[in-house]
């Protein structure tokens, strides 16, 4: 003897897909940051010379490393696909291709490092710079759509740093090779006048 009132709605999903929608946005982005996190770490402890060479070929070369990283970002792929269409070259194509999510993270890495290192200036702690570097980045990464764009120009700009840095590195001659000079390192003291005079 009851009265029911209302709607007949059919295919009707309880699911909060509004709420997580707008998490999965950022999910991807956080997930970028916490990587980053972890692998910028790893860099600072392994090759922190490397890592002060990006920083001052970013600084000192922006439009150089951005140029570099655009046409990195076009080669390789078109690279690994190209390996990969042969039979004799597919390893090496299908390992390009693998790896070109782990080398772009590592351009978005240097790319916060480099903004962390142009914040917080030499002689201050690298982790300190990269700390912040890396606090910009998480900022950047609650902000719909803008992350996005952020991270992609991050890792373009970042693998072109390194790559200046890498020909700077070759192009000068490196630490292990013969003729480097620390630009660090104090000049060595000169000879006094009485010095270089032989005795008669």
């Given at each position: 003897g009851a009265t029911i009132e209302g709607d007949v709605r059919e295919s009707v999903?309880?699911?909060?897909?509004?709420?997580?929608?707008?998490?999965?946005?950022?999910?991807?982005?956080?997930?970028?940051?916490?990587?980053?996190?972890?692998?910028?770490?790893?860099?600072?402890?392994?090759?922190?010379?490397?890592?002060?060479?990006?920083a001052t070929a970013a600084r000192s070369a922006p439009l150089t490393s951005l140029a570099w990283g655009l046409v990195l970002a076009m080669f390789l792929p078109v690279l690994g696909a190209a390996l990969s269409a042969t039979l004799v070259a597919l390893p090496i194509g299908l390992a390009l291709?693998?790896?070109?999510?782990?080398?772009?993270?590592?351009?978005?890495?240097?790319?916060?490092?480099?903004?962390?290192?142009?914040?917080?200036?030499?002689?201050?702690?690298?982790?300190?710079?990269?700390?912040?570097g890396w606090a910009i980045a998480v900022a950047v990464s609650l902000v719909p759509y803008l992350n996005v764009g952020a991270w992609v120009l991050a890792a373009i700009f970042g693998l072109g740093a390194m790559t200046v840095a890498t020909w700077r590195a070759r192009s000068g001659g490196g630490r292990h090779r013969a003729g480097y000079v620390d630009p660090s390192a104090p000049e060595p003291p000169q000879p006094s006048a009485s010095e270089t005079t032989a005795p008669a």
């Open positions: 999903s309880f699911t909060p897909r509004g709420s997580l929608a707008v998490l999965g946005g950022l999910l991807g982005p956080l997930a970028i940051a916490c990587s980053v996190l972890v692998l910028g770490l790893a860099l600072l402890t392994v090759v922190p010379r490397g890592a002060d060479r990006v291709l693998l790896g070109l999510a782990l080398l772009f993270l590592v351009g978005a890495t240097w790319a916060v490092w480099s903004a962390g290192r142009a914040l917080v200036r030499d002689p201050r702690s690298r982790w300190l710079a990269f700390f912040a």
